[in-house]
């Protein structure tokens, strides 16, 4: 995001206090840790914006999980591919079966070691969920399916996946205490009051890229003005409301 | 005077020593499903007289619960008990080191975010809260990776800097690390003589 800063130091990750990767890594646990017998597919949804990505991105970090993010143009052959790929095997080739037991082989080396399929709900809408399944039936590795709103309806068409999933987490839209642990780590020397930051959630609908941009224009804002700190009454800026920032997401 | 060469690096070949290629070699030798392997098998399979660091490193795993010692009477028997991908990445006192993790964890974040980052928004996404990535390490390994032509640098409508993971230079899942090495040059041939070894920088 267009954020410009001085002594970034946060000492810990920027997301880690947020509601949302709170949610995400307790469902990455529940099916890390599960008891045996229990099955390990997990479900993290919600609407776009609400920093999914960013709270699979720290899950990715933290665990050293593999991650893979689905795309439209995606075939089997692709997901294998790609999946063989994050598994460090250099130019996969050979059939899907042949591929898709290679990659059993790869993943059975790592049993407790997360999958995060992104963008999950788009194997579901080309039928190639079965794909995940096959992968967590053959290596009984935890995987974490990320994807929008309607992710657990759509899976709910394919009763033999859906009976499988032990966790849910859904993701929420960003709060005023979610706003200010971005200020924090964002701004660290600008104190931001909680009245300007209720404004910045409301206006933004608590999306949270949009609440980072609109936080980067009031410390640019402060900063024209040499204030450490900036309440509701001293800003008359704008908030980012629109379209999220050209860069980052 | 000080002197300026061209190095054109061709061949790499990594070593046959080093815990990662230990650790590579007996998950080779345990891939069957016989989780018991010889200190000699995996030996065979290494450089000359790297028997003392295996032992140290076999011992070290012990230490950390990936593998017991085999009582035996000849040569000696280790069993693994943990498989995983990765080779453990260890302190001396057996504990998870965290060495390497930062670069691993501002790899992770290059690759996906597609749309470029500055370098404190690379310091801020990459931290977990037991691994924290300061804006000072970010923008070294930037530079280093923009030097070398795996990141591009560009400016946005504001004049900051931010830089993009060139699509070519994302070649995978493992991190580019940080090598260095010494060449002894011979200005009277004009060749680098003697074997080029590189070691990783550990910082």
């Known amino acids: 995001m267009n954020v410009r800063m001085h002594n970034v130091n946060p000492g810990f990750g920027t997301v880690a206090p947020l509601r949302n990767v709170a949610e995400a890594y307790s469902v990455a646990q529940q099916i890390i840790n599960r008891p045996p017998g229990v099955d390990g597919l997990g479900l993290f949804y919600g609407r ?120 849910f987490g859904m993701a929420n839209p960003s709060d005023v205490e979610d706003a200010r642990s971005l200020a924090r780590v964002y701004h660290p020397k600008l104190s931001v009051q909680d009245d300007l930051l209720d404004h910045i959630v409301t206006k933004t609908n608590g999306v949270a890229s949009r609440i980072v941009a609109s936080l980067s224009r009031v410390a640019d804002f402060a900063r024209a003005r040499q204030l450490d700190a900036i309440a509701l009454a001293d800003y008359d800026g704008e908030v980012f409301t629109g379209q999220a920032p050209r860069r980052g997401r | 005077m000080q002197m300026f060469l061209d190095l054109t690096v061709v061949n790499v070949k990594p070593q046959r020593r080093g815990n990662r290629y230990f650790w590579k070699v007996i998950l080779e030798a345990t891939a069957d499903g016989n989780d018991r392997f010889a200190v000699r098998d995996i030996l065979d399979k290494c450089d000359r007289d790297q028997r003392k660091t295996l032992i140290v490193f076999l011992q070290l795993l012990a230490k950390a619960g990936y593998a017991e010692e085999v009582p035996s009477e000849k040569d000696r028997y280790f069993r693994l008990l943990r498989r995983q991908s990765d080779c453990p990445s260890l302190t001396r006192d057996g504990k998870e080191s965290s060495h390497g993790k930062c670069q691993q964890q501002m790899w992770n974040v290059m690759r996906r975010e597609r749309g470029g980052f500055t370098v404190a928004d690379l310091a801020i996404a990459a931290s977990t809260d037991d691994i924290g990535v300061n804006r000072h390490t970010a923008g070294l390994y930037c530079r280093v990776l923009h030097r070398c032509g795996v990141l591009a640098l560009r400016k946005d409508e504001d004049g900051q800097n931010y830089y993009v993971l060139k699509g070519s230079a994302n070649t995978g899942p493992k991190a580019p690390r940080r090598m260095a090495a010494t060449v002894i040059y011979d200005p009277n041939r004009e060749q680098i003589i003697g074997d080029v070894v590189a070691e990783e920088v550990l910082s």
Not at chain 1, 79 to 96: S, W
Not at chain 1, 130 to 156: F, N, Q, S, T
């Open chain 1, 48 to 167: 776009s914006g609400y920093g999914k990505s960013k709270a699979s991105q720290y899950l990715q970090n933290k665990t050293g999980a593999i991650y893979l993010e689905v795309f439209d143009f995606w075939t089997r052959k692709t997901f294998v591919e790609a999946l063989l790929a994050e598994l460090n095997v250099d130019k996969p080739k050979g059939t899907i079966s042949d591929m898709m037991l290679q990659a059993l082989r790869r993943l059975q080396d790592d049993p407790n070691r997360l999958l995060i399929i992104d963008e999950a709900d788009k194997l579901i809408d080309k039928h190639m969920i079965e794909l995940v399944r096959d992968l967590y039936k053959g290596a009984r590795i935890p995987v974490l399916l990320v994807g929008e709103e309607l992710l657990p309806e759509k899976l709910a068409r394919y009763e033999r996946c859906e009976n499988r999933v032990s966790a």
